[in-house]
Nanobody, 131 residues
Framework: QLQLVESGGGLVQPGGSLRLSCTVS????????????IAWFRQAPGKEREGVSC????????DYADSVKDRFTISRDNAKSTVYLQMDNLKPEDTAVYYC????????????????????WGQGTQVTVSS
């Protein structure tokens, strides 16, 4: 059974950086981390959840929300079974609970932050950007 655990959140000043980690367990030799589409979402108080970034199977393609393009970078370390979200030049509007999620339905060489079949979620990690 696939499980995802986020870490790395915290309080940071505007313009600062954080790196979130999503450690995945329950992987198998037939379905290693590279098999899965992994995405990051966030939800701020009183707002709907939004897709932030995603990485297709084998990291062939990535996608980003317009609000984070050129500031956030998604990456994987298959040996560590971990997906990262490097967040630079953080803004107060980036404050939210960040979740990682996996699409277990099939291998896909594409992904979109606006759609997908994400059926397994982590518990979330809080990111607060404030001076």
């Amino acid at each position: 059974q696939l499980q995802l655990v986020e870490s790395g959140g915290g309080l940071v000043q505007p313009g600062g950086s954080l790196r979130l980690s999503c450690t995945v367990s329950g992987l198998t030799s037939d379905r290693p981390l590279a098999y899965y589409v992994i995405a990051w979402f966030r939800q701020a108080p009183g707002k709907e959840r939004e897709g932030v970034s995603c990485s297709s199977s084998q990291a062939i393609r990535t996608d980003y929300a317009d609000s984070v393009k050129d500031r956030f970078t998604i990456s994987r370390d298959n040996a560590k079974s971990t997906v990262y979200l490097q967040m630079d030049n953080l803004k107060p509007e980036d404050t939210a609970v960040y979740y990682c999620a996996a699409d277990q339905s099939s291998w896909k060489n594409y992904c979109s932050v606006n759609s997908g079949h994400f059926d397994t979620w982590g518990q979330g990690t809080q990111v607060t950007v404030s001076s």
